[in-house]
């Protein structure tokens, strides 16, 4: 689904701490800080991961899948206002 890389990423693209992503997330401080640190497959519910993506999707971040250049983030495009 989703990395430890990629969640660090998004946060740093959004600014914001990780305590801000566990409250948006409705996870625990310990979980995003438990998760950020692994290495490789992440060990966490599908639950628990799906509630963090949304949250950082929501927030404005893109999660580039594994294409060959490697898994990435960046900001999502915004919708044009009308004048």
């Known amino acids: ?3 430890s890389d990629q ?7 959004l600014r914001l701490s ?7 997330a ?3 401080l310990e979980t995003i800080k438990r ?10 519910r599908l639950d628990t ?5 949304d949250a950082l999707e929501k927030a404005g971040v893109e999660f580039i899948p ?7 983030v960046r900001l ?3 919708a044009r206002k009308a004048k």
């Open 1 to 3: 689904m989703i990395s």
């Open 7 to 13: 969640i660090r990423g998004a946060r740093a693209v």
């Open 18 to 24: 990780q305590a801000e992503l566990a409250d948006g």
């Open 26 to 28: 409705g996870v625990s």
């Open 35 to 44: 998760l950020e640190a692994m290495d490789g497959e992440l060990k966490v």
């Open 49 to 53: 991961l799906t509630k963090i993506k």
């Open 66 to 72: 594994e294409n060959g250049g490697g898994a990435g």
């Open 76 to 78: 999502a495009k915004r």
